[in-house]
């Protein structure tokens, strides 16, 4: 194990673990002139935009339009990028225990995202999955090499519906969108799940809802009422879970997530802030929504909170743009359109604004860090 002295004497050190959305846009907005000394720990070389998958599947766009390489980027922040995987905290002696190194620091910020979950259910593991850039590889070489004509996607949250409408448009096979609840979009209103139920069928795409997934195979899906579906290719949406290094962490947790205050801080510590997916924030009775667009609001935030702790001036309380009971959300539908959905309202008009406006936003998210 290599100990890992970086410090620069008084500055405050402080550790990011996860390189995401969350982690990079806070290295980002954090300055050392502010008195900050920033280490970044992320086993990938690249950020990533998880917003793009759907349309890379689609065959729309490259790997190098939906990820910036991390190191340049470091290098122009003045940020110590290493690259690692976090273990555990040793909370007493504030350090860091990575696979290759140990880091001291003053103050930690998690963000490692999310993983997929696939809650257990027998044969879901081995489907495809769009939740990390190497699966979402992984299904465009499967699509492009075998053409399967069948193909089950399970959940109709935002990711399974721009899924579905991507392939819709790039293949020419049955695609089914399968979901557990009585609607499309169960998150988000019932306008959203008429709108997108019409947009889906007029794209051909077969909607099957309360079906339950018992188990998956290779011939296709089995369903809790005794029905099945034969299909050539599964690709699982439905659910996410914290990243593994959250389990691994004696800290308060809502559901398995690190449970934050009201600065973004996981409760009951005042060196520890946790940001993005991998975090519980609920503030004011509002619940924060796990998507890019809070991660980043959160790590602007948090990178100003920072400096008030450099500084040893009062931190300001965390507002949340984007609740689950106000979500708002822009989903590609193919076809160069998107909808856009703000509490109970749908914007279907003017479509290809939308998706002007939606592919714009996750592009420059990619960009800003090149
Ligand atoms: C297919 C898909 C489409 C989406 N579309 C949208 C959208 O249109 N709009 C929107 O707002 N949101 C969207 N989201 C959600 C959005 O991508 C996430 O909410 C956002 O990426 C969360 O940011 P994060 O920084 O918390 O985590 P991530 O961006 O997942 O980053 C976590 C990082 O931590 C690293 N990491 C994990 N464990 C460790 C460890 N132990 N040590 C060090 N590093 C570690 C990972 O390698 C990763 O780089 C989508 C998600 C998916 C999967």
């Known amino acids: 194990m290599q100990q890992m002295d970086l410090q620069r004497s008084d500055f405050l050190r402080v550790v990011v673990v996860g390189g995401g959305i969350g982690g990079a846009e806070l290295v980002r907005n954090a300055s050392i002139k502010e008195g900050l000394d920033l280490v970044l720990v992320e086993p990938k070389d690249r950020i990533e935009c998880q917003a793009l998958y759907p349309d ?7 790997i190098e339009d939906m990820t910036a390489p991390l190191d340049p980027f470091c290098k122009k922040m003045d940020v110590v990028h290493v690259k690692d995987r976090a273990l555990k905290v040793d909370f007493a002696d504030k350090r860091l225990i990575c696979e290759k190194n140990d880091l001291d620091y ?13 809650f257990g259910i027998e044969g879901a593991e081995n489907t495809f999955s769009i939740n990390t850039l190497e699966e979402t590889v992984r299904a465009r070489k499967f699509v492009e090499k075998n053409r399967p004509k069948k193909i089950a996607i399970i959940g109709s949250g935002p990711t399974g519906i721009e899924t579905a409408c991507f392939l819709a448009e790039y293949t020419h096979c049955t695609i089914y ?10 998150t988000l209103s019932k306008n959203a799940s008429i709108l997108m ?14 079906k339950q997934v018992e188990s998956i195979d290779e011939a296709g899906v089995a369903f809790t ?5 034969e299909c050539d290719m599964t690709i699982w949406t439905a659910g996410i879970r ?19 205050d009201q600065y973004l801080r996981v409760q009951g510590r005042d060196d520890v802030f946790a940001i993005g997916d991998c975090a519980w924030i609920e503030i004011g009775g509002k619940l924060a929504t796990k998507t890019g667009m809070e991660a980043e609001i959160q790590a602007k935030h948090t990178a100003r909170n920072l400096t008030r702790v450099a500084k ?15 979500p708002v959300a822009l989903i590609s539908t193919g076809c160069g359109c998107a909808v856009g959905i703000y509490g109970d309202l749908c914007v279907p008009i003017p479509k290809r604004i939308i998706y002007t406006f939606k592919s714009w936003i996750d592009k420059s998210v990619v960009k800003r860090f090149k």
């Open 56 to 62: 890379y599947l689609g065959g729309r766009i490259d």
């Open 106 to 118: 003053d103050i930690l910020v998690l963000a490692p995202g999310a993983v997929q979950n696939y």
């Open 177 to 186: 969108v399968i979901e557990m609840m009585d609607r499309l979009l169960p």
């Open 197 to 210: 139920d019409k947009i889906l069928k007029g794209k051909g795409v077969e909607v099957l809802t309360r």
């Open 225 to 229: 009422d005794g029905s099945s579906l």
């Open 242 to 260: 914290p990243a593994p290094l959250i389990e691994n962490l004696d800290l308060p947790k809502k559901s398995g997530w690190l449970l934050c």
């Open 312 to 326: 040893r001036t009062d931190l300001k309380p965390y507002s949340i743009r984007a609740s689950t009971d106000s």
